[in-house]
Each structure stands twice: as C-alpha cells, then as structure tokens.
C-alpha cells in the first residue's frame, strides 16, 4: 500500500497561512527592513512546533483528522470549533526547565504553542465531534450528515 502526501497549498478546507519566504534570510522571519513585508510573523521558539503534523481523511461515515501531538496531556490540548465551521486544534508544550549544572549538548524537540484550523465542509455536524487521545496522537472524529438521495415520485400519465 502506497500512501500519498498532498500538500494543503491549495486545499480550499484548509486555513493554515503558508510562507513562500519563511527560513530565508530576506524572508518574512528577518528584520523590519527587509525587502519582503512579514507575513506571519513566527519567532524560532514556536516555529518548529508550529505546523503539528495533522491528517485529514474522509470516511463515508465522518471525516477524521490525526494530529501529531507527542509528549503532550489531553489538558494540553484543546479542540474547539469556531464561526461553526471553522475546526481549530491548538496547544503548547512547554520548555523543559534548565538546571543550573545542565549541560545542553542538542536541543531538537520544539517547545511553544501550536494552532491549526481547517474550515469543515457543509455536511459536517459540528454538535457531534468526538476527541481522544492515544499514545500521543490526538483523533477527532466529525460525523457526517447522511447523504439523501433523491426520491423518485411517479406521476400519472393520462390521456
């Protein structure tokens, strides 16, 4: 089994803002006299945990999204919907504290808060999101509305 990874650029769901300059030196993370304007400005303490690792799949019965959130309690997390429509999954991880007579030699795990929104589409019933959480992976569950098909009616030919 393959398991292809798309982009969300261009997912019309997704809310996430995306940086074409975001890690150059000209780019939206420098200084205020840089030749490009800031987009969304990040700072390096929450830029690497900023974009949480999210996928979203579509079931017939709901859509489900599986968020990356290791290390973290479900009392860290937090699973709203906004403007109805609008899921928005945030949190933060704090910094581990630093001893006096610490020697750090690598600091790779990020630390910071994180926010990521997707706009749900119509057929979403947002009073009935479910979350759990499991060996750091958070899932919520969005159960769809049934599908009605169309009903044919008969009509009487006369004549």
């Known amino acids: 089994m393959s398991l292809i990874r798309r982009s969300n650029a261009f997912d019309p769901f997704s809310l996430d803002l995306w940086d074409p300059f975001q890690g150059f030196p000209f780019g939206s993370g420098s200084s205020s006299n840089s030749l ?7 700072n390096s303490e929450t830029a690497a945990f900023a974009g949480a690792r999210i996928d979203w799949k579509e079931t017939p019965e709901a859509h489900v999204f599986k968020a990356d959130v290791p290390g973290l309690k479900k009392e860290e997390v937090k699973v709203e919907v906004e403007d109805g429509n609008i899921l928005q999954i945030s949190g933060e991880r704090n910094m581990e504290q630093e001893e006096k007579n610490d020697k750090w030699h690598r600091v790779e795990r990020s630390s910071g ?3 990521r929104r997707f706009r749900l589409p119509e057929n979403a019933k947002t009073d009935q999101i479910k979350a759990s959480m499991e060996n750091g992976v958070l899932t919520v569950t ?7 098909k169309p009903e044919a009616k008969p009509v009487q030919i006369t004549g």
């Open 113 to 115: 808060k994180f926010m």
């Open 36 to 42: 490009f304007p800031s987009f969304a400005s990040t």
């Open 142 to 148: 969005v159960p769809k509305e049934e599908v009605k």
